[in-house]
């Protein structure tokens, strides 16, 4: 029913300058209202209660001026420390650029070319017309969470690819917006490990209620381990793309990147939602020209919803969700596309 | 000797059938213009709200797809804040502000008459957006740009053109509440006699030609950047995203007062009135209005603490924002002053009335507690401001309107209404709004962002909670409006004074008010 105090020393300070807050209202209530049901149930003319003329008086109305004032100003003292503590992203040992897009995140790794994108997890999206209760951490969960080391500053950057997102986890004690054009940063510093979830905080569209963000806090050894694995990961990705693929190889895996990047608008049956969101199934971009499908999907369509995947997604996921779509929906084009002619595309 | 004949029969009394409605320039009639564009305004936006409920009554997507969801929010806010409160409160002035100074009629009777004959068009074209290829605006009552520019479908022009009719709307009717109070007071009626409900809205009616033009120069920024080719909203071209916001809000800020300061006023005739006791500190009361009025303007950006300020700038609107605590507080402190060792009864107005007074002081705590900077970065975005603005909105402005309403009806009809019912209609709406907007505070504070068609299952039971109370409390508006309904047709006989503790020039009037309020200047003693 409060709010979450949070697992940082940041978000402590926070959960206390509530707390004041709270407290002082909950003062003030007690005393105002407590005149005003006095008044209420002391001065009712059914209780034969006469109407006393007064009106007006100076100190009376001095008095309650000046006191809120100064109740005010305590409050705004610890508050203003607090905030100054929040715009100091200065001495941090790890920058993480964090870009919004809708509706996924990006996480950059700037210092040790890592880069990936989080998505809400299929299990989520599968169940929000089925059985929300079956799933657990239903839309609190995604694909691939953000590693972060304990005890260490991290200085998040942040800004969007496309519409204003907001990036925010309650226990880290703040939201920042994500800005198209513009980077904000803001800081985090986690003392233990563990796994905080968020969302997206800022309306951005269909999909915002389905842009999680969960925080994975490691021990520093945990996260060398996962930051070792992760770089080893893009290695293997980029020398997939040099290797020829099967038809079948890539329909698999089409789907998967389907599912997680597509579905959202085109829907899972191909048919989309019309006149936004245009159907896949006999359409046709995807059953005309190779070239025209990979141009559409690389660079998007100016002016609607259809991004430049190009931007977000590898050459060897490209040629799968392409082949995917020419061979799924009653859409049997039958040929299929390499990775390679993705590269010679770009 | 025809055109005579009608001339005098203008003079005396309304034309007959629907003409009359369409050429009048009576403030009373356009009053109830107002009045009743205003309730079908709430019935429209509380059947969106209804179906939000109804989709957030349980985690999962069972009755709209997420962008219907979006374009229910949008309407819904869009509808409630331009379509039934702020036509309401015009209704309000229109048929009060003239009784209440001596005056006959309002100033500025024909551009009266324009005023409000935009609304019906302006609400049928944002309405039509519903039919129209791209659907209805799904970007929040907000609009933030570039959500609403770059990515947003085609209606959306359709939007702005209605958004600059109801500006239109605004400023004329703004311009006609000043000029009447400023020029048709009765003679010894200075402005430090008047009404408190005249001077709220006569500071309202300033806050409106102030902000107005600015919401206007917004949605014409957008226009430009959809349709030719400028970037003042788009970081590419060397705007900036954050600006939209700016304008935004100090249209946007200046804009909630004008949705409760003529609250305030209702609420400061009908305690008086009922603690049969007058007003404790009228002048501090003025002076605590013009000083929320002043603050409204430069608080702006406590809505956009998240949107990376520079920590000076932060600070500012910080301090700036609990400022406005005060002036508040001052409020508050005279309306239980003024009950204090009064003589109260407890009719439907007072009851609405009380609640206001005890509902939107919750509000305004929550208020307070969002206007510590650091703390808002937690709340901002979430329920927590869902259920801030819903307090004052809606217990808050609404309540108010509901109190005047049942105050006034009597004045406007000649008949009483029913009491029991007015009763059960206040404890009715009393009981479920609460149930409705408390448990939306705990969900905030859990992490619930707003504008969301389904959430994660720690926010199920209270969603469940506030579904019903919604439920409730909408039902129980029909009831409000079968009372109102009844009380136009009929019902017990009015006296003038009606209460037995009514002051000021209207209760001088007979029930019903007759069609030109004073024909001759009154007495003011």
């Known amino acids: 029913m409060n709010l979450v105090r949070g697992a940082t020393d940041y978000s402590h300070r926070v959960f206390d300058l ?66 100054i503590a929040l715009e100091d992203t200065t001495d941090s040992g790890l920058t993480i650029k964090i870009t919004g897009y809708q509706w996924r995140w990006q996480y950059d790794y700037l210092d040790q070319g890592v880069s990936f994108f989080s998505n809400l997890a299929a299990t989520s999206r599968d169940a929000t017309k089925g059985d929300p209760k079956s799933v657990e951490h239903y839309l609190l969960e995604v694909d691939e969470p953000l590693v972060v080391p304990i005890n260490t500053k991290i200085r998040f950057v942040i800004t969007s690819n496309d519409v204003i997102h907001s990036w925010w986890v309650p226990a880290l004690g703040w939201k920042q917006d994500a800005v198209p054009g513009f980077i904000n940063d803001s800081w985090t510093n986690i003392p233990q490990p563990g796994v905080y979830r968020g969302q997206c905080a800022e309306l951005c569209g269909k999909d915002h209620g389905f842009m999680p963000i969960v925080v994975e806090a490691k021990t520093r050894e945990d996260y060398e381990t996962w930051l070792t694995a992760k770089k080893a990961e893009a290695e293997a990705a980029k020398s997939g793309a040099d290797r020829e693929w099967t038809k079948d190889e890539l329909v698999e895996r089409g789907k998967t990147v389907y599912s997680t990047y597509c579905v959202a608008c085109h829907q899972a049956n191909g048919q989309g939602i019309p006149p936004a969101f245009p159907a896949l199934a006999g359409s046709v971009i995807a059953t005309g020209p190779v070239e025209g499908h990979i141009d559409r999907v690389l660079h998007g369509k100016p002016g609607t919803a259809m991004q430049a995947f190009g931007l977000q997604l590898n050459d060897v996921d490209l040629a799968a969700v392409i082949t995917y779509e020419r061979n799924a929906f009653g859409n049997d084009k039958d040929d299929f596309v390499q990775p390679r002619q993705i590269k010679a595309a770009r | 000797m025809a055109t005579l ?111 409000f004959w935009l609304l019906p068009f302006a609400f049928s074209l944002l309405m039509s957006t519903w039919f129209l290829d791209g659907g209805a605006p799904a970007f929040g009552w907000t609009f933030y740009a570039p959500l609403s520019t770059t990515f947003a479908p085609s209606t959306t022009d359709v939007f702005i053109f209605a958004v600059h009719l109801m500006g239109f709307s605004s400023i004329m009717g703004a311009i006609n509440v000043i000029a009447t109070v400023l020029n048709m ?124 300020m520079p920590v000076a700038g932060e ?197 019903p008010a007759p069609y030109h309020s004073f024909t001759t200047a009154p007495e003011i003693p």
């Open chain 1, 18 to 83: 509530h707390m004041i807050s709270l407290w002082v209202c909950i003062a003030i209530g007690v005393v105002v209202f407590g005149a005003m049901f006095y008044s209420l149930f002391a001065f009712r003319k059914s209780r034969g209660a006469v109407a006393s003329n007064f009106h007006e008086n100076t100190t009376v109305e001095v008095l309650w001026t000046i006191i809120p004032f100064i109740i005010l100003i305590a409050m705004a003292i610890p508050a203003t420390k607090t905030l």
């Open chain 2, 5 to 115: 004949a009608h001339e005098v029969d203008h003079h005396h009394g309304p034309a007959r059938g629907i003409l009359r409605w369409v050429f009048t320039t009576n403030h009373k009639d356009i009053g109830s213009l107002y009045l009743w564009l205003a309730l079908i305004m709430f019935l429209t936006g509380g059947s969106l709200a209804m179906l939000i409920r109804a989709e957030l009554f349980q985690p999962g997507l069972q009755l709209v797809e997420p962008i219907v969801f979006n374009r229910l929010t949008t309407m819904h806010g869009l509808i409630m804040v331009f379509g039934a409160v702020m036509p309401a409160w015009t209704g309000f002035a229109n048929w009060m502000i003239p009784m209440m100074i001596g005056a006959p009629d309002m100033a500025l009777p024909r551009m009266n008459n324009w005023s």
């Open chain 2, 185 to 308: 007071r009765a003679p010894g009626m200075t402005l430090m006699k008047m009404p408190l409900f005249c001077w709220t809205w006569l500071v309202t009616a300033f806050l409106l030609i102030a902000a107005m033009p600015v919401l206007a120069g917004t949605v014409t920024m957008m226009l430009a950047d959809r349709h030719f080719g400028t970037s003042f909203f788009n970081a590419a071209g060397g705007g900036d995203p954050v600006l939209f916001q700016h304008v935004f809000w100090f249209f946007g800020h200046p804009e909630v007062y004008i949705m409760i300061l003529p609250a305030f006023g209702v609420v400061s005739e009908i305690i008086p009135t009922f603690a049969r006791k007058q007003i404790f500190g009228y002048a501090s009361m003025v002076y605590a209005i013009s000083a929320i009025a002043f603050l409204s303007f430069i608080v702006w950006a406590h809505h956009m603490f998240a949107t990376g």
């Open chain 2, 315 to 511: 600070l500012y609107f910080m301090y700036a924002t609990m400022l406005i605590a005060v002036p508040t507080g001052v409020k508050v402190f005279n309306w239980v002053t003024t009950l204090w060792r009064g003589s109260i009864s407890f009719e439907t107005p007072m009851l609405f009335a009380l609640a206001f007074v005890f509902l939107f002081t919750i509000g305004g705590f929550s208020g307070l507690m969002l206007a510590i900077g650091p703390a808002d970065m937690q709340y901002t975005d979430t329920y927590f401001v869902v259920a801030h603005f819903h307090y004052v909105l809606v217990p808050g402005a609404v309540f108010a309107l509901m109190a005047g309403a049942y105050y006034w009806i009597p004045k406007w009809t000649g008949h009483m209404y029913n009491e029991r019912l007015g009763k059960l209609h206040f404890w009715l709406s009393a009981i479920s709004v609460n149930v409705l907007f408390f448990p939306m505070h705990f969900v905030g504070l859990q992490g619930m962002p707003r504008r969301i068609p389904d959430y994660a299952l720690q926010f199920a039971d209270f969603n469940r909670i506030s579904s019903i109370g919604g439920f409730v409390f909408g039902l129980s508006q029909l009831l409000f409006v079968y009372i109102m309904i009844a009380t136009v047709r009929g019902g017990v006989k009015a006296t003038d004074r009606v209460w037995e503790g009514s002051h000021g020039l209207e209760w001088t009037l007979p029930s």
